[in-house]
């Protein structure tokens, strides 16, 4: 008896397992699922711990043992899914960014979309000119200690605070200017709205880029936003597509396929390269979504798609949630009292710090790595002269601030205006973007052990990646990608399209074959039939259809007569 309810008790223990999610605070949650529970069941955990109702913004991110990120499905289970061995530990971010932030209902989730785009600007997938930047960071200061205070806050105490991977001296006078002078009196609620609103207003705003190559070779990175889809290359967007001009999205294997009508009934088709096929299946699902949440009326209209049009190939896949508009009109009708708001504060953040411990050596001059630089797009307000928001050093180019965390400025240049750089979009620690493995200047060196954390191993690193993709822009030619499937691709380029088409021949090939056998077998099951059919009668006089019918058709139905007969006997003697 005492060994049943062991082995029982054993079981039981086995169909659970330990769930670790990493919140936008860095907090943690951690609960005991079924192994057999789906992902909704863990992400309803996670929201009612939050209290919160306006849901349909946010995802489940985790990372597979091969580096590869994903969003968990909600449809199904959360143990085949991870495809690594318990604990599982994950992280809840923001996956549908809102189009206006002002008109979510209640103010957790602004706060919460405040933590995701405050870690977007501190990762540098946010680009913005200095001056926009000093005003973010100037936004974040009041959210989190409040209206400026002499006896609290000493000369230069805006530098303890990382708003950006590095900052400038300038920089970090304008943020305390700003803070002094301009923002007194609002509340962290205020201060936050107005953060959102200002990002909501940048180029960048939602941006969560998946790096790419393009037909050339040359690095790009992908990406959607609620306003369309996106291709940043260089320090400039050399693409984007309203969600309305996207009509299809496809991959196979490596390559991906964005097609898309626009003014005039102009067709275009931009074809890009991911580092794998897992990386360009997860660009592609994150491109349906993208569509079906911020394109469609409702969720009736959400149809399975194939990223194929060949028969019996291909992935396919359906979005399985709430629309953007649907979504607003199911806030519109919540009705409760404001839920309490445990803000962070002034708590030192593992991914992205509020406050930083010790001084910053900005002042010491270095030297600046030549580079090449790609020419700056005009009429472009917050991509001008930027690579992402990653304030290191004084130069003399113009309203904004150098990235890149390896690159310095000459002592002659360190007491000008701070440039963003004009090198490439690199965003510095992002959260971790799909692998790669020439230019994977987004993808850090984490712990991946049983679905590692996507907060710090997501968000840290590597510098010999980051090292790569500098000499990789280095070596690049810093042209402007058009991505078109009409560019002239390289020999290796040509050897690929060659392979897809003889598999694709014979992948048809193999079809047809199939096909036929089949119509084989249906053509000789109606012709042993009874059937009075005017064309079977005539069948069945032939002198070969009456040779197969004797010799092949009649020996065979009575061996599998007998064995049927014999496997019933020996049923009915058990």
Aim: glycine letters at 4%; one cysteine or more.
């Amino acid at each position: 008896m005492l060994s049943r309810l062991m082995s029982s008790s054993i079981r039981s223990l086995d169909r659970e397992c330990n769930c670790t999610v990493r919140l936008l605070d860095d907090s943690e949650y951690t609960c005991t699922i079924q192994r057999d529970a789906k992902g909704q069941y863990l992400f309803d955990l996670i929201c009612h711990h939050l209290n919160l109702l306006e849901k349909d913004y946010f995802g489940i991110r985790y990372v597979d043992p091969d580096k590869q990120r994903h969003w968990l499905e909600f449809t199904k289970s959360i143990a085949k899914q991870m495809k690594s061995q318990p604990p599982f530990t994950m992280c809840l971010r923001v996956k549908f960014y809102p189009p206006d932030p002002a008109a979510l209902r209640e103010e957790i989730t602004r706060y919460l979309v405040f933590l995701q785009v405050k870690r977007d600007l501190y990762h540098g997938r946010l680009l913005c000119k200095t001056s926009d930047a000093a005003l973010l960071a100037a936004y974040i200061l009041q959210a989190e200690i409040g209206d400026y205070d002499p006896g609290k806050h000493p000369e230069g105490y805006s530098s303890k605070f990382q708003f950006f991977p590095k900052h400038s001296e300038k920089l970090e006078r304008r943020i305390a200017e700003i803070h002094k002078t301009e923002l007194i009196g609002q509340s962290p609620e205020t201060s936050e709205l107005n953060f959102l609103q200002k990002a909501q207003m940048l180029e960048t705003y939602g941006v969560d880029p998946h790096p790419c190559k393009d037909v050339s070779g040359n690095p790009a990175f992908l990406a959607f936003t609620p306003f369309g889809f996106t291709v940043l290359q260089g320090n400039r967007r050399v693409h984007f597509l309203k969600w309305d001009e996207v009509t299809k999205l496809k991959f196979e294997a490596k390559t991906f396929h964005i097609y898309a009508n626009q003014k005039e009934d102009r067709k275009i088709i931009l074809t890009y390269f991911a580092p794998t096929p897992e990386a360009c299946k997860h660009l592609w699902k994150c491109g349906v979504e993208n569509q079906a949440f911020y394109k469609l009326e409702k969720s009736s209209q959400v149809r399975t798609v194939s990223s194929s049009n060949l028969f019996f190939k291909g992935s396919r896949f359906r979005y399985s949630g709430k629309v953007a508009k649907e979504v607003m009109e199911q806030s519109a009708k919540i009705k409760r009292d404001p839920p309490e708001i445990h803000r962070a504060g002034m708590v030192p953040s593992r991914s992205c710090p509020s406050i930083t411990h010790g001084p910053r050596l900005t002042s010491v001059p270095r030297t600046r790595r030549r580079a090449v630089h790609i020419s700056i797009m005009e009429g472009l307000e917050s991509l001008r002269d930027s690579a992402h928001s990653t304030p290191v050093r004084s130069v003399s180019h113009g309203d904004s601030f150098m990235s890149s965390r390896g690159h310095v400025m000459d002592g002659s240049e360190a007491s000008t205006s701070a440039v963003i750089s004009d090198e490439t979009y690199s965003p510095s620690d992002s959260v971790l973007p799909t692998p790669v493995a020439e230019h994977g200047a987004e993808t850090p060196l984490a712990r991946h052990l049983n679905g590692s954390p996507c907060s710090i191993d997501e968000e840290k690193e590597s510098e010999a990646r980051l090292l790569k993709e500098r000499q990789a822009v280095d070596l690049g030619p810093g042209r402007r990608s058009l991505g078109v499937v009409r560019s002239r691709p390289s020999p290796s380029s040509d050897a690929e399209e060659l392979n897809k088409f003889i598999l694709s021949v014979l992948r048809l090939f193999l079809v047809t074959i199939g096909l036929l056998f089949a119509l084989l077998l249906l053509l000789i099951m109606m012709t042993e039939s009874d059937l009075d059919i005017a064309f079977l009668r005539d069948i069945r006089k032939t002198p070969e259809f009456q040779q197969f019918h004797f010799e092949y058709f009649c020996p065979l139905r009575r061996w599998f007569a007998c064995k049927l007969r014999w496997v019933g006997g020996f049923l009915v003697s058990k």
